[in-house]
């Protein structure tokens, strides 16, 4: 715990001026990003007695083993500023909205030639208008499935409309109306692209006139005593008036606004925003966060608008904003806004009305928030806590390990040995911070010789850095302010096995003079934890968190160990002959196998065949038919018994010989090393 006055800066050396300041660790890590009218009237607040701070400020303080700040020319500049470091860095003591899932939003690609119109999650794109967000993505697909009627815009994928284009049959929605069919020609690009239009133009709220023209035609054709066509524009205006229902008009006039509201306690609060567009609530969406410090309901707000419009431009920003408190001064806020819209942006309170009345629905949906998330996350903080409080009793640690470091072997019956590294902080997964190795010190299966690679290895770096830079200089970040791969130490090594893994693993770390880091094992036969120079394990009960965390720390580094040891072996699988001739890249690769259509046809071609495919010279030719003849491929493999051809791939297996199961998107997220 550092003292805040060993790093206080001197008397005078703070500017009076606005800028953004950054804490950091002893570490060099950004832990937090604050801005300031004046920062010498703001940082003094954090170096006064510990005992008038904040509990959560304290903490930070004390964390905390350097201060910095930046000067800037206006406050909008200083939010600008605070909202990229905050995005770069995510200190871990600033407020952070987080949610459990991502909301679905109702988007039409109007950056291609046949737009389509489709439920869209995640990152938003450009050259697509969105809608939304909404609470549930069935909600979008029961008025998406209206409207279609009325706007038969395309809804299918690249590939369904591609196989309909070559078959020259649209899909089942072409055939029931519900699709305008431009795959098979029955509308111009054009006429689709109105379509299109049409269709945003009557979710932004513009619902009157296409209503009135319909009922204009529906009359029309019922004058010419054209009944069937009459009856569908019924059905049509029903459609569309069904649509509206399902979000009711809440504000006069074709109102654009966001309201947002706040519910909070002393250390949490939520914040519910519901999206009005056109008079109509369009989408809703709701973050929780921890309170760092005693920080205020009005920056509570400036922080949920950083995030809520950080990322976003034009239309997306509304023309009004109400808030339930306004951050003081309010200029920079509503500027920083106004840069972001194109256009002044009102930001306010609503003190009557429809307005007033729309926001106290909205902070009633933020105080359930509030408690729902309450009763899901209290048993959540106290498991980790004292998960992390007990493995700290068991293993004898001076204090809870914060980071923990967990280390696996994988290997295909001793092929492709591989290992990995997963970390866990404040008992959660930092997977940024995954990484993993390719044993190269030997060939062979050897898990207790790998583990002990695999630590030196690591540790070697980070000591490497450490003596180059000095004792955690600004070096030890990369020239964009990230921290170097291994720039910080765990407080515990786990390794996935027994007395010998930890054993090898403890080795290595006194090999390089490193005393301070525990270390423990655990088994998986009987999940016992094993530690450094004892013949007996520690048997923890099976019903401790602090086993459960364990559990999962292993489980985890098993899971991406092993899923990039079928990486690796899937690419060795998946190489060719070509690849050992010299000189040949991949463009005259795939030239050679579309001209042939399979390497099987280009093994059996000869010299003069291969010279045919533009680019390959006649020696190029020869040194391609040699060494596809010293290639040839082997017999497959027999069962005796049987007569049966053995096709299937043997298991991998990981350090402890158990069969494994399939990996996810997030392996990619390691780095190899």
């Not at 899901?376 to 923990?404: F, W």
Request: include cysteine.
């Amino acid at each position: 715990m550092a003292d805040p006055s060993s790093y206080r800066p001197r008397p005078g050396q703070i500017p009076d001026s606005p800028g953004v300041y950054r804490f950091r660790d002893e570490h060099r890590r950004v832990i937090y990003v604050g801005k300031a009218k004046s920062l010498r009237q703001r940082l003094a607040n954090y170096f006064q007695d510990l005992a008038n701070l904040h509990p959560r400020t304290r903490t930070m303080v004390t964390t905390a083993a350097s201060v910095e700040w930046t000067v800037v020319s206006t406050e909008v500049e200083a939010l600008q500023l605070e909202y990229s470091w905050i995005k770069e860095y995510d200190p871990r003591f600033n407020v952070k909205y987080r949610d459990d899932k991502s909301y679905p939003y109702l988007a039409v690609t109007l950056n291609e030639e046949y737009p389509r119109v489709q439920v869209m999650r995640g990152q938003k794109r450009k050259g697509v208008r969105y809608f939304g967000p909404y609470g549930h993505a069935w909600a979008i697909r029961d008025t998406v499935d209206l409207l279609l009627r009325v706007f038969p815009v395309r809804t299918c994928s690249a590939g369904v409309f591609k196989n309909a284009a070559r078959t020259g049959r649209p899909c089942l929605l072409g055939y029931i109306g519900k699709c305008s069919a431009p795959c098979v020609g029955r509308v111009t690009p054009e006429e689709h692209r109105e379509l299109a239009d049409e269709f945003c133009d009557f979710m932004t709220g513009r619902t009157g006139t296409y209503l009135r023209r319909l009922e204009k035609q529906m009359a029309e054709a019922a004058e010419e005593m054209e009944y069937e066509r009459a009856a569908r524009l019924r059905d049509d205006i029903e459609a569309l008036r069904k649509a509206m229902e399902k979000s009711a008009v809440v504000l006069a006039d074709a109102t654009d606004a966001d309201l947002v509201a706040v519910a909070e306690d002393e250390l949490e609060a939520a914040v519910q925003i519901f999206h009005v567009r056109g008079g109509r609530v369009r989408g809703q969406r709701g973050w929780v966060t921890d309170k760092v410090e005693d920080v205020t309901t009005a920056a509570l707000v400036e922080h949920a608008l950083q995030q809520l419009y950080g990322e976003e431009r034009g239309d997306a920003v509304p023309k009004e904003v109400l808030v339930p408190a306004l951050p003081d001064p309010v200029e920079p806020l509503q500027e920083w806004l106004a840069g972001h819209r194109g256009s002044n942006v009102s930001l306010r309170v609503p003190q009557r009305g429809d307005k007033k009345a729309l926001m106290e629905t909205v902070e009633r949906n933020a105080q359930h928030a509030l408690a729902l998330h309450k009763t899901k996350r209290a048993s959540d903080l106290t498991t980790r806590s004292r998960a992390l409080e007990e493995i700290a009793e068991a293993l004898d640690l001076g204090s809870a390990p914060l980071r923990i470091e967990c280390y696996d072997i994988s290997h295909l019956q001793g092929d492709d040995v591989v290992a990995s590294m997963v970390v866990f902080e404040d008992g959660l997964q930092r997977k940024s911070e995954y990484r993993r190795f390719q044993i190269k010190g030997f060939e062979g299966q050897d898990d207790v010789r790998s583990m002990h690679e695999v630590i030196t290895r690591r540790f070697r770096r980070y000591l490497a850095d450490k003596e180059r830079t000095g004792e955690w200089a600004d070096e030890l970040q990369d020239e964009d302010g990230r921290p170097r791969k291994f720039a910080y130490p765990p407080q515990l090594v786990v390794v996935d096995g027994g007395q010998p893994q930890v054993a090898a693993a403890r080795k290595a770390l006194d090999e390089l003079g490193i005393d301070d880091i525990a270390v423990c094992g655990l088994a998986k036969r009987l999940e016992e934890v094993w530690v450094p120079d004892d013949d007996d394990p520690i048997v923890l009960p099976r019903t401790s968190e602090g086993l459960y965390l364990l559990q999962r720390v292993r489980d985890e580094a098993h899971r991406f160990a092993i899923t990039y040891q079928r990486a690796k072996r899937g690419k060795r699988f998946r190489s060719s002959p070509l690849d050992d001739v010299p000189g040949l890249g991949d463009t005259r690769k795939q030239a050679l196998l579309k001209h042939f259509g399979s390497l099987k046809k280009l093994r059996s071609a000869t010299i003069d065949q291969i010279c045919e495919v533009p680019g390959i010279g006649r020696k190029t030719a020869e040194t391609i038919a040699v060494a596809l003849a010293q290639a040839a491929p082997a017999a497959p493999a027999v069962n005796t018994a049987t007569g049966e051809i053995m096709e299937e791939e043997p298991d991998v297996t990981g350090s402890g010989g158990q069969p494994v199961t399939a990996g996810t998107a997030d392996d990619r997220r390691g780095q190899e090393t």
